[in-house]
Every structure is written in structure tokens, then in C-alpha cells.
């Protein structure tokens, strides 16, 4: 069955520039994370849904980032004002549900390049 | 909060060399363990999880790792590599009161030479 998609695959966008990335979960999974991974690193945690509303969104670095989930499935990762500090690879999964027996699938990711 | 650490960042192994993968993380109590694999242009696939009873762990691909929970560590095991194996491995901890997120180490990126 079809995984995880995000697009674009790679964006490319200047500073002060206004973005958004978009993830399709798998069909049913109810759960959906954003995370963001730089160079060299592993991913870092931005944002959790559950359904249609945030359950946690500890993560997202400060109010610039924002992500919606309107219907329960796809969702769009903002970023205003972009900065070059933000260029990372955004990175989705799903889940079937919340609970921690649930693996989490991830998509390919968007590369985010601010010039 | 949680944190993971991986202490080998970059490994080279020749075929048929065992392999071990560290990873300790620093909140105790509940939690579930991850580790996760990205072979080169592909996305982050699951090797094997932890969330209870046997703490020796077996997952695809010959892979198995072992949770000691005296020790906060979650190494990653295979007896005999194969250049197949070249990609980059993560682990991954969830739970201990850090939400259902996952919190990665910083990964470790293994070449196996042919």
C-alpha cells in the first residue's frame, strides 16, 4: 500500500520567505508527527496530532512554525520569515493511533534549502 | 528530558565482521526503544522495537539488540555484516515522560566494505 508522502521533495526558497510542506499520512493512521533533521543529526521532534488537533507541540522552535491537520489527514508544516538556519529535511510520520504500540512510518521528507 | 546518545558516529567494518552499535539514553522508568535504518535515498525504515518482557530483542535482517535497563542502553547487534548493511542507523527512545514523540540519537553511519 502507499506509504507516507511529503512535498515538495526539495525546496529551495530565500530568506524572509514564507513556506509550507506538505505530508499525506498513511489511509486510517490517526497520528501524525513533524520532525525536523540537520545535517549530521537525527531528527528532532516539532509536533504531534492527533486527529485534527495538536496534542503536543512542544517541539516547533518558536512561533514562526506552525502546522494544521484541518480534516484528520493532511497536513501542512508553515514557516514564516524563513531563516537559513531553518534549512533541514522535514521529515512526516503516522501512526495508527497515539499509543506507544504503534509504529511510527516515515515519509521521504523535504529537503528546505533558505538561501 | 529525554536524551539519546550514540557513541560511534562513523563505523567501517569489512563483510562478515560482527557488529555493535551503542546507544544509552538518560530517563528511566517506562519506555519503549527504537532502532531505525536509512539505507542511502531511501526514508527511515524500522529495524526492531522494545517495549517489554524479553530484553533481547531480534528484528529483520539478522538484527537484534539488547535492553539493559541498569545500564540506560539499547545496543544494536548483527553477527556477520554485509555490504547491504552500508546506511545510516538510529536509535530511537519514546515514553519516559517525554510524550509520544520519538527522541533520536545523533545516529551512526556504517560503511561495510566488500
Known amino acids: 500500500g502507499a506509504g507516507v508522502s511529503q512535498t515538495p521533495s526539495n525546496k529551495v526558497t530565500e530568506k524572509g520567505k514564507y513556506v509550507e510542506l506538505r505530508c499525506d499520512p498513511i489511509?486510517?493512521?490517526?497520528?501524525l508527527y513533524w520532525y525536523r533533521q540537520s545535517l549530521g543529526q537525527g531528527p528532532e521532534f516539532l509536533i504531534y496530532?492527533?486527529?485534527?488537533?495538536?496534542?503536543?507541540d512542544s517541539g516547533l522552535p518558536n512561533d514562526r512554525f506552525f502546522a494544521v491537520r484541518p480534516e484528520g489527514s493532511v497536513s501542512t508544516l508553515k514557516i514564516q520569515r524563513t531563516e537559513r538556519g531553518d534549512s533541514a529535511v522535514y521529515l512526516c510520520?503516522?501512526?495508527?493511533?497515539?499509543?506507544?504500540?504503534?509504529?511510527?512510518?516515515f515519509g521521504p521528507g523535504t529537503r528546505l534549502t533558505v538561501t | 528530558a529525554q536524551s539519546v546518545s550514540q557513541h560511534n558516529h562513523h563505523v567501517i567494518l569489512s563483510e562478515a565482521a560482527s557488529l555493535e552499535l551503542g546507544c544509552n539514553y538518560s530517563?528511566?522508568?517506562?519506555?519503549?526503544l527504537f532502532w531505525y535504518v536509512q539505507y542511502p535515498g531511501q526514508h527511515l525504515q524500522l529495524l526492531l522495537k522494545y517495549f517489554s518482557g524479553d530484553p533481547l530483542v531480534k528484528g529483520i535482517k539478522g538484527f537484534e539488540a539488547e535492553f539493559i535497563k541498569s545500564k540506560f542502553s539499547f545496543n544494536l547487534r548483527k553477527p556477520s555484516v554485509q555490504w547491504s548493511d552500508t546506511a545510516e542507523y538510529f536509535c530511537?527512545?519514546?515514553?519516559?515522560?517525554?510524550?509520544?514523540?520519538?527522541?533520536f540519537g545523533g545516529g551512526t553511519r556504517l560503511m561495510v566494505k566488500p
Open positions: 510520520a503516522s501512526s495508527l493511533g497515539g499509543e506507544s504500540s504503534y509504529e511510527q512510518y
Open positions: 496530532f492527533q486527529g485534527t488537533g495538536a496534542a503536543d
Open positions: 489511509s486510517g493512521h490517526t497520528a
Open positions: 530517563y528511566g522508568g517506562t519506555v519503549n
Open positions: 530511537a527512545v519514546r515514553g519516559g515522560n517525554a510524550g509520544n514523540m520519538l527522541t
